[in-house]
């Protein structure tokens, strides 16, 4: 009856060994990359210093390392007025772009699109001529591709299509 008492131990010390894992983490205000002749640097303003180096040419503190992530939360970049929308999703025969935005009533000659393979190969490259744009896929296979829309020479939104009969 008390034969699995060992094994309950052994899995009680492993859970509570794994529950105090944690990941690297750290409120920061700022930071950014910084790159000269002497080389490149990453910083950060916020993070609590643990090591402190100085010598005659300088100083730095060292705190939490943080892992390498982007993460775009705005984009002031006028581009960003256009809106894209792309149906019907998984196609058949054709899919329709309709691009809508400030941007693209001032400047319709100025997007195009391409589609790409699973591998990355471009299979299509089309102008946007008008507000709503047709794009064949009658000719490829079944399989998923990647659409990408370009506005201005900016890539504005990338949809990943599925291709059906």
Excluded: W
Aim: charged content about 10%; some cysteine; overall charge negative.
């Amino acid at each position: 009856m008390y034969r699995s008492t060992p094994g309950i131990i052994v899995f009680v010390l492993f859970i509570s060994t794994i529950s105090g894992l944690c990941g690297q983490e750290a409120i920061l205000s700022s930071g950014s990359d910084a790159s000269g002749t002497g080389g490149n640097v990453a910083y950060s303003v916020g993070q609590a210093a643990y090591a402190h180096f100085s010598s005659q040419e300088g100083q730095v503190s060292l705190g939490v390392q943080q892992p390498y992530l982007v993460i775009v939360v705005g984009n002031d970049d006028p581009v960003s007025t256009i809106s894209v929308v792309m149906y019907p999703n998984p196609v058949k025969t054709f899919g329709v772009l309709e691009l809508s935005g400030q941007k693209v009533a001032m400047h319709p000659n100025t997007c195009s699109c391409q589609l790409y393979d699973i591998f990355g190969r471009l299979l299509l490259q089309q102008d946007i001529v008008d507000h709503t744009t047709h794009v064949p896929m009658e000719q490829f296979e079944n399989a998923v591709y990647f659409l990408k829309v370009i506005c201005q020479n900016a890539e504005i939104k990338t949809f990943k299509v599925i291709k059906t009969n």
